[in-house]
């Protein structure tokens, strides 16, 4: 069984870093910068193609475009090529335009992220009584509400519910390695562990087929759409994603069957823990603005360091507490304290870079919504480090107590616990919506 695992997880890791050595490391988010024919615009002649220009690399097989003539028939755009650059994409117009036209265009940056726009101009050549003078037409519906299939709340929800099974599922592997051995094999541990594992490997397989949607603009077969998302970073990120999560459930299952296996199993854990993080590091804000190479470790540290926080503290709170006497909860909160500290301290440094590369300019905090997200969450981060700290009290005096009395102090722990994963939540909820806004 050990040589079977070792060569399978050689060949997932040797597969993995092919991918990522294959994966751009440059900026992720992308920005609309012009177009010919520009917004407003009044033209004698129709114009036969439509030229784009972003301020990064546009993926061919992720952007498409419609029309809608004077006279209200919606006509999609064929495949778009690239202009002198990579950042200025064509598409061919069909003939007969006239009157107040509106093109739309969308594209999936390499982050993921579906962002889109429109344009709309006159063509007066063959228009007749007054249309010549009308103003470019305008439609009731947003561009958001065209930019995907998916609505953007139900994003979020799969994303909150990705970021919540990870960081339970890894507090809960590391309280039962380093603090409350046998949690895994609760009741409680095994519910949580089957939640956290099928929440894993589901979600990113549903983000991917969402991703396939977004990147089949012009109508190809689902096999040519598969190949064009496999073909993008994120896309294939988030395969690889649901596959490392796949194998992370086996091992997990491993784990709860048989406690005969932990040590062995410990490697192979790590490994696709750790690449999980990174593939999820991938597809956000990890590789956009400054120094892009940095994104990606610094974001795999600060998740981890998350996981050990919060996730152990729902483990605590959720399984090992239940489970044991006050006597035994006190101890174990005794033991889980020291790491708590030192992951505080990791996610306060990794937290504090990332602001500085996503927003050079720290006046972008507090006139961005991504700024002011982030303003809200580190916040509320602040909240639980001062729970935490009167956790800490709480402990000092039941130790410094000639009668201790583990009954009160295990009450109070588990309010003000249960208080700090209540934030904690409020947290991951932020995460997963800062993930689809672009940095000021």
């Known amino acids: 069984m050990r040589r079977i695992l070792v060569r399978f997880f050689f060949s997932l890791i040797t597969a993995a870093a092919f991918v990522l050595a294959n994966g751009s490391p440059a900026s992720a988010h992308n920005t609309f910068v012009d177009s010919l024919p520009r917004d407003g615009e009044a033209l004698v002649v129709a114009p036969t193609t439509w030229t784009l220009t972003f301020a990064k690399s546009v993926p061919l097989e992720s952007a498409s475009g419609s029309v809608i003539n004077g006279d209200g028939v919606r006509t999609p755009l064929g495949s778009p090529r690239h202009g002198t650059t990579d950042t200025v994409i064509v598409f061919d117009f069909p003939a007969g335009l006239t009157g107040g036209t509106t093109a739309r265009w969308q594209l999936v940056s390499t982050d993921g992220h579906v962002i889109s726009g429109r344009v709309s101009f006159v063509i007066t050549s063959g228009v007749g009584g007054d249309q010549g003078n009308s103003s470019p037409v305008t439609t009731a519906d947003s561009d958001a509400g065209e930019a995907a299939s998916v609505p953007d709340p139900v994003r979020a929800g799969i994303r909150f519910g990705n970021y919540a099974a990870l960081v339970l599922l890894g507090g809960l592997l590391f309280v039962d390695l380093d603090i409350a051995s046998g949690a895994l094999r609760t009741v409680r541990g095994r519910r949580l562990s089957t939640w956290g594992v099928a929440v894993l490997a589901v979600a990113p397989l549903i983000q991917f087929f969402v991703f396939v949607d977004d990147t089949n603009g012009n109508g190809e077969t689902f096999v040519t759409a598969l190949g064009d998302a496999l073909s993008l970073t994120a896309g294939a990120m988030l395969f690889m994603r649901a596959v490392v999560g796949g194998v992370l459930a086996y091992v997990v299952y491993l784990l709860v069957r048989s406690s005969s296996f932990v040590r062995s199993l410990i ?59 006050a006597t035994q909860a006190i101890g174990a909160f005794k033991r889980f304290g020291p790491t708590a500290q030192r992951a505080v301290v990791v996610i306060a440094l990794t937290g504090v870079i990332q602001t500085f590369r996503l927003h050079g300019n720290p006046g972008s905090l507090v006139t961005s919504t991504h700024g002011l ?22 402990l000092q005096r039941h130790a410094a107590a000639a009668i201790p009395n583990d009954d009160r102090a295990k009450a109070i722990l588990l309010r003000t616990t249960t208080t700090e994963v209540l934030f904690g939540g409020a947290v991951i909820a932020l995460t997963a919506i800062l993930v ?3 940095p000021g």
Request: hydrophobic share 60%.
């Open 373 to 394: 997200l982030l303003l809200a969450k580190v916040m509320l981060v602040g909240l639980m480090i001062r729970l935490a700290a009167r956790n800490r009290r709480v």
């Open 436 to 438: 689809a806004v672009t």
């Open 267 to 325: 490697p192979p854990l790590a490994a696709t823990a750790v690449m999980y993080l990174v593939t999820l590091a991938y597809v956000g804000h990890s590789r956009s603005q400054s120094f892009p190479l940095f994104g990606i470790p610094l974001d795999v540290v600060h998740t981890a360091a998350v996981m050990v926080w919060l996730g152990g503290l729902a483990s605590m709170i959720f399984v090992v507490v239940p489970s044991v006497d």
